[in-house]
């Protein structure tokens, strides 16, 4: 991620040399009954925002199973990327919005539109809105059912953007759903098992070892509610 201008006081940073040309790729991807038709669009612009990463698709595997109720819950998703978690979580029926920073925008409303199914969206049409951590969450509502974010743990810096966004989200009782490659060298272990329970009750999901992928479920602590 990056944040123009900024970088100083908000440190999303990218690394120009990792996508210097810029070229798209779409993708199919399947989850049970749902297709969804994904464009990732590769350039020094939207650098990490660009593909569709491993944990993205660990998360929306564990949303697609039958036991996983989405239908008319309140969601909200950080670092979106190209959507794919929240572009599936609003064909299963969730009302989703869908966050990143400000240029990852137009391509999180291009996959949007481009998998809206033929009869219309099952609940609303989702939602697509620019979100920088630890500036503008409050903008946003805190009566979310879920807050769901893949592979958005892997900047130091911004661990106290993260954790003062998901604290604002979680005000009125969300549950938190993070799915994290372990990445050590990014502290990732460090977050989930230090950063994060100083404010919310965790538990480890899921975990696949060959992947090296973990799933996380946190709520925020009443103690740590202020409405």
């Known amino acids: 991620m990056s944040c123009d201008g900024e970088q100083e006081m908000?440190?999303?940073?990218?690394?120009?040399?990792?996508?210097?040309?810029?070229?798209?790729?779409?993708?199919?991807?399947?989850?049970?009954?749902?297709?969804?038709?994904?464009?990732?669009?590769?350039?020094?612009?939207?650098?990490?925002?660009?593909?569709?990463?491993d944990a993205a698709l660990w998360l929306c595997r564990y949303f697609e199973r039958p036991s996983f109720d989405l239908k008319g819950k309140r969601v909200i998703e950080?670092?979106?990327?190209?959507?794919?978690?929240g572009i599936l979580a609003a064909r299963l029926g969730a009302e989703v919005t869908l966050t990143d920073l400000p240029h990852?925008?137009?391509?999180?409303?291009?996959?949007?539109?481009?998998?809206?199914?033929?009869?219309?969206?099952?609940?609303?049409?989702?939602?697509?809105?620019?979100?920088?951590?630890?500036l503008d969450q409050g903008q946003f509502p805190s009566d979310w059912d879920l807050?769901?974010?893949?592979?958005?743990?892997?900047?130091?810096?911004?661990?106290?953007?993260?954790?003062?966004?998901?604290?604002?989200?979680?005000?009125?009782?969300?549950?938190?759903?993070?799915?994290?490659?372990?990445?050590?060298?990014?502290?990732?272990s460090d977050f989930h098992d230090n950063i994060l329970p100083q404010r919310f009750d965790c538990q480890l999901m899921r975990r696949d070892h060959t992947q090296n992928i973990n799933l996380y479920r946190a709520t925020l602590r009443k103690t740590e509610q202020t409405q």
């Open 147 to 188: 807050v769901v974010g893949a592979d958005i743990v892997y900047l130091t810096e911004t661990y106290p953007l993260l954790m003062d966004t998901l604290t604002h989200l979680c005000q009125e009782g969300a549950t938190v759903y993070l799915s994290s490659k372990m990445r050590r060298e990014h502290g990732t």
């Open 78 to 85: 950080l670092g979106a990327g190209t959507g794919i978690v």
């Open 10 to 53: 908000y440190p999303f940073v990218m690394d120009e040399e990792l996508f210097a040309d810029t070229f798209s790729e779409e993708s199919i991807y399947r989850f049970g009954s749902e297709e969804l038709k994904i464009s990732q669009v590769y350039g020094a612009n939207l650098g990490v925002a660009a593909p569709v990463w």
């Open 104 to 134: 990852a925008v137009p391509q999180l409303q291009k996959n949007v539109s481009a998998n809206e199914p033929p009869n219309g969206w099952p609940s609303v049409t989702p939602t697509v809105l620019p979100l920088t951590w630890g």
